[in-house]
């Protein structure tokens, strides 16, 4: 975008009027908000609904096959953040882009909240994958234009945002998670939806007002040859996709199974191709070359820990609901309710660590040591997870709900040594030409440890359940200890950046 073209932007941005800051903010503050407990909400439950009996108002599927869809599911709604940045960036713009993620985000809800059986299942969630994908890497992208680059605020604005899409993310298992399993699924996911379509109201009614012409501008449009040219393509891959679709479903070998082993290998070839691409481009001079090298084992560690992280909402949801005694002091607690537990945790630390790094300041840990330590904690995240079943003498007891909420601590510390540090990476070590397609490629670190889980997570069983602890979490150790002996190598090849 064209320097004036921000300015005359800013100029139609009511500058305060939210805790100090533009009123714009308000609205995407609230858009995620409800964006975040609308998917977080279905989230909770949605392992518990596909793998319950019918009869207890399930799905009846495999358990197993259940937390592979499950990880399938994550990886592809990363996946299809490229999608929506590309049709922000060339057809419609960021605002626009973001109320039709939006709309199509609450339309997969309705679809889950009807009894429609596993049809509905996937075809919710192809709503659901293309909307997310539409809608949130482009709202985040329009907080940055509510600001100038010299704007003090602008740091301070986007921590705003984070709680926006944090406390969404942590009231949603409570309201939606109860419903779904004290009274019935697809009421769960009809409240789903009604936090979407909240949302949704909330953008359209004060999008004009606060947001003014922000999002609004098209960055780089398509020409008229280029849009006959992706029509043609689009259309092409659609009805290629029907057919294989078609002959495989009427023929029997297409079953899920085979969809998720390919989508699986799908989340290695994107992003080695990225960085093979990027690489190998003209544009990209011998010192950005040498950063990318360096990006490679960040990358790869990233992976590691999200593989650990997103069995939050798969392994670990299984243990919460088949390992867990949840009469707890007391209490009756659901199983959705752990759900709660990162989002909560975010909310009382990442200042703490913000507050640190500042304090710190050059003395600070380097981008390398921070990955290798949230590593570690990933890892003794898992290791503890081996302890109960161990000092209980096998699997057959339940066990304190205390072993759940210390790994979700643990995965918590490590998210937020690695997950901001490596926002940050990527803009540091992206080449010039590539800075856009860096950051689509540090969430496909998520996309792709998402997309192997789909395989690891078949391993794990009742019986399995120490070793498949102990080998993840153990792997996680080791990967961050070598991150860390080889971190003044990597400083080198990082050419001056840190």
Known sequence: MKSHDKESILKTIPQKGFFGHPKGLSTLFFTEFWERFSYYGMRAILLFYMYYEVKDGGLGIDQTTANSIMAIYGSLVYMSGIIGGWIADRILGTARTVFHGGV???????????????PGLFISMFFIIIGT???????GGMVGDLYSMK??????????????????????????????EEVNFHLGFGVAAIGMAIGLIVYVITRKKFLGL?????????????????????????????????AGISGGWLTVERVIFSISILG????????????????????EKSRLLAYI?????????????????????????????????????????????????????????????????????????????????????FIVMMLPAYLNGGTGTLVSPLWLVLCFFLIVMGELLISPVGLSASTKLAPAAFAAQMMSLWNLSNSS?????????????????IMYFGVIGGIAILLGILLFLFSPKLKEFMRGLN
Do not use: C
């Open 104 to 118: 199509l985000i609450m339309v997969g809800h309705v679809i889950l909240a009807l009894p429609l059986g596993a």
């Open 214 to 246: 922000a999002g609004s501008v098209v960055p780089n449009p398509l020409t008229k040859p280029e849009k006959g040219r992706i029509t043609k393509i689009v259309l092409l891959v659609l009805v290629a996709l029907g057919i294989v679709g078609w």
């Open 297 to 381: 084992p960040l990358f790869v560690a990233a992976m590691v820990f999200w593989a650990i992280a997103e069995q939050q909402s798969s392994i670990l949801a299984t243990f919460a609901n088949e390992r867990t005694n949840l009469n707890f002091m007391g209490l009756e607690l659901k199983a959705s309710w752990f759900q709660s537990l990162n989002p909560l945790f975010i909310i009382m630390f990442a200042p703490l660590f913000a507050g640190l790094w500042t304090k710190l300041g050059d003395k600070q840990p380097s981008v390398a040591h921070k990955f290798s330590f949230g590593l570690v904690f990933a890892g003794l995240a």
């Open 449 to 465: 440890a998402q997309a192997i889980n789909a395989q690891v997570v078949r391993f794990y069983t009742e019986e399995t359940e």
């Open 268 to 287: 290695i070839i994107i992003p080695t191709a990225y960085f093979i691409f990027m690489y190998r481009s003209p544009k990209t001079s011998k010192d």
């Open 151 to 180: 704007d003090p605020r602008r740091d301070s604005g986007f921590s705003i945002y984070y709680m926006g899409i944090n406390m969404g993310a942590f009231i949603a298992p409570y309201i939606v998670g109860t419903l779904g």
């Open 133 to 139: 994908g539409l809608l949130k890497p482009n709202v």
